[in-house]
């Protein structure tokens, strides 16, 4: 029975979303909102058909997740850059953490205008958009990380007679590297955020264009694909770099709470 339970234990994870879903079309089915502001989850599904029929759809996506994944990685290396030398040298975070701390707390449309300025409309405002979305979490995630290692893990390198550079690659790294995965995790959730402000300001194509598109003629089913559409990535691109950061991660002795 246990293997059975065990085995079905990912099918979980469809169970509340198509409850919601189910709901969401009896409720709609008779129409307590009127259909043009919410409608049923079949005429989404129908709207998504339409668009992949037609292939609509798969340029939108493909040029939607290519902007993710620009600015992701060009996010992410230079967070992972900038967040080892704050992380690793005190000099360092004096200088360079108090400035990428207050550029944090600016709103991401804050930074539109200025992108659409240096970099014009096309795609590399976008990327840079992008990319300063996934930055954050990714840097503030390793720098706390390397901060964080057990005082007595560096004791012991020290004692072993590693010199800094030893200490860093066998220490301090693999000790920082779980909270740096989570950054990372962190960082493609806000690309994929900020890539919907990104293609708000001018682009053509691409899912935060279809949600334009349907808010400006007023299509509800339009919107609401856009926003499955988003989700369904979302958590794709997430599976996937947990698939792949698992690898690294494998000397991990976790505990996880068994299902009762």
Known sequence: MSRLSER???????????????????????????????????????????????????????ITCWR??????????????????????????????????????????????????WLGIYEPSKVALIATGAFFPVYLSLAQGLLDVDRKLVEVGRMAGFDRFQLVRRILIPAALPAYVTGLRGGLGLAWMFVVAAEVMGASKGLGFLLVDGQQ???????????????????????????????????????SLQPA
């Open 217 to 255: 003629t007023g299509r509800a089913a339009l919107i609401l694909a856009s926003i499955l559409l988003f989700a369904v990535l979302g958590k794709l691109s997430d599976l996937l770099l947990c698939l792949l950061s698992s690898r690294f991660l494998q000397w991990q002795d976790s505990h």
């Open 68 to 117: 993710v994944v620009q600015g992701f990685v060009l996010g992410a290396a230079v967070a992972t850059l900038l967040g080892a030398i704050t992380g690793v040298s005190r000099s360092a975070r004096d200088l360079l953490d108090p400035l990428l701390q207050s550029l944090r707390n600016i709103p991401s449309l804050a930074w539109v205008p200025l992108f659409i300025l």
């Open 8 to 62: 079905l234990r990912p099918a979980r994870a469809f169970v509340l979303p198509l409850l919601i879903l189910l709901i969401w079309q009896i409720v709609q089915a008779h129409q307590v909102v009127p259909t043009n502001l919410l409608p049923t989850p079949v005429s989404v599904v129908e709207t998504i058909g339409t668009l992949a029929s037609t292939g609509e759809l798969t340029e939108h996506l493909a």
